[in-house]
């Protein structure tokens, strides 16, 4: 388990965040320990969000084209990276889950006047609401159950809505850091168009867009209509 006590500045944070990736891709740490570290780095987590990561974030949000009367969901919501993004648009209905309760105390604290839950959408859960559009922003590479995520996001989407993953590397990015890491694992950390299309079909989404230029994004629709 990691365990973090005192002050941090930007490169110590980003040390320690690469030390904890390693053993994502090592398969060494189960979900209570990656839930134990982001509760330890939430006090301190905006600060390691890069300038490119943010850039990448508000451009995918623009590339998305959220309308104002969408409903949204952000899985994997942190301390809120998007909200600026979403809110420069005039989102109103926003909810974002959390599985790091530090995490979620980061968000209220930073974003007060926006919804968040505890919620782990790689388990089976029912949010009680239908939503036009789930994101997932740089979160799928700690998720290792994208059948369950698709499925979620299958019961929570309106017919005709929108499930968007993006990260701000490439899937070669995360290869390559991978590789210098050492890594033991043979788990991509970003699945390919295959993997997608086999679980996609079933469930019945239709893949609308996979690109891989200078991020990874993936855009999938629910049943067959998209909203008007």
Request: with cysteine; hydrophobic share 40%; aromatic share 10%.
């Amino acid at each position: 388990m990691v365990i973090l006590k005192g002050n941090y500045t930007y490169q110590s944070i980003k040390i320690l965040y690469i030390r904890y990736m390693r053993s994502v891709t090592m398969n060494n740490l189960i979900k209570k320990d990656m839930i134990a570290y982001f509760n330890k780095m939430a006090p301190d987590w905006s600060s390691v969000h890069s300038d490119r990561t943010k850039r990448i974030a508000s451009e995918a949000v623009r590339r998305i084209g959220i309308r104002q009367d969408d409903r949204i969901l952000d899985v994997g919501a942190g301390a809120g990276i998007l909200i600026p993004f979403l809110q420069y648009n005039g989102i109103p209905d926003y909810l974002g889950i959390e599985i790091s309760m530090g995490m979620i105390d980061s968000f209220k604290a930073q974003h007060p006047h926006m919804n968040i839950l505890y919620c782990d959408f790689e388990e089976e859960c029912d949010l009680l609401k239908s939503f036009d559009t789930i994101i997932v922003f740089d979160t799928l590479h700690l998720m290792t159950n994208l059948n369950m995520i698709l499925k979620n996001a299958m019961h929570h989407l309106e017919n005709g809505g929108r499930f968007i993953a993006f990260q701000s590397r490439t899937r070669a990015s995360m290869l390559g850091w991978q590789k210098n890491q050492q890594s033991r694992s043979k788990r991509s950390l970003l699945p390919d168009d295959s993997a997608i299309l086999e679980l996609c079909a079933p469930l019945g989404f239709t893949i609308t867009e996979i690109s891989d230029n200078r991020y990874f994004y993936m855009e999938l629709l629910a049943g067959k209509q998209p909203k008007s």
